[in-house]
């Protein structure tokens, strides 16, 4: 059974600080996504890495892609308030869905 | 812009009075998913239309259905809505299998 765990499930912090949220599985993926929803709204796509080792940046994002495309990180330089919202990664699965991790819900106070 | 459109965003239903919820895309994607997503949790899939071929979850309960009648449209039925269906269902496309989700906003259901 393919699964994705992330950690932390909740993360409060300030205005400025800087966070990172893991996703880890023992299973082998051909690519990650992470999006980003917030209350009220469906997710929204970040990025998509596809190659191990790869790592992305979206602005104050970066996003990393395990050696053996297994794990994902997700850097926040300088959080904001703006960032606040359930991250989610996601991979794709065997049976051509997409297994979700359970998110990190994040709050960046003022 | 191409997207994907949900509607209603809310809809409020009886215990027992069947609902149908929509969605369409204007990204001429090959797949279209229902998802079910409880407070604070991952979503969950109910069910994927592969063009016009319907894969059903192994857990999706019967109360569930769908129906795509063209590449652009999709709709979730359900016929007995009980107080756990209460939940927000998301929709969302990809040019095929495998492939990154676009999600749209989502409808919000309350059943009273």
């Known amino acids: 059974t393919q699964l994705l765990e992330q950690s932390p499930q909740f993360l409060s912090i300030q205005e400025g600080e800087n966070l990172t949220v893991y996703c880890n599985s023992s299973s082998v993926f051909s690519s990650l996504q992470w999006y980003r929803q917030e209350p009220g709204e469906g997710p929204v796509l970040l990025v998509t890495?596809?190659?191990?080792?790869e790592v992305k940046k979206l602005k104050r994002l970066t996003f990393q892609f395990g050696d053996a495309r297994k794990d994902s990180s997700l850097h926040i330089t300088a959080a904001q308030p703006g960032d606040t919202g359930l991250y989610l990664c996601a991979g794709d699965g065997s049976q051509g869905n997409l297994i979700f991790g359970k998110g990190t819900k994040l709050s960046v106070k003022p | 812009d191409a997207m994907v459109i949900q509607n209603p965003r809310y809809q409020v239903t009886q215990f027992g009075k069947p609902v149908t919820l929509s969605c369409s895309q204007t990204l001429n994607h090959n797949v279209m998913y229902w998802y079910q997503q409880k407070s604070s949790q991952a979503p969950k899939l109910l069910f994927h239309y592969y063009d016009k071929d319907f894969n059903n979850e192994a857990d999706t309960p019967d109360n569930f259905q769908s129906r795509r009648p063209n590449t652009s449209f999709c709709f979730l039925d359900i016929r007995s809505p009980g107080l756990g269906d209460a939940a927000m269902y998301l929709c969302?496309?990809?040019?095929?299998?495998?492939?990154?989700?676009?999600f749209g906003p989502g409808t919000r259901l309350l059943v009273l």
């Open positions: 890495v596809v190659t191990g080792g």
């Open positions: 969302a496309t990809s040019p095929r299998l495998q492939e990154t989700q676009y």
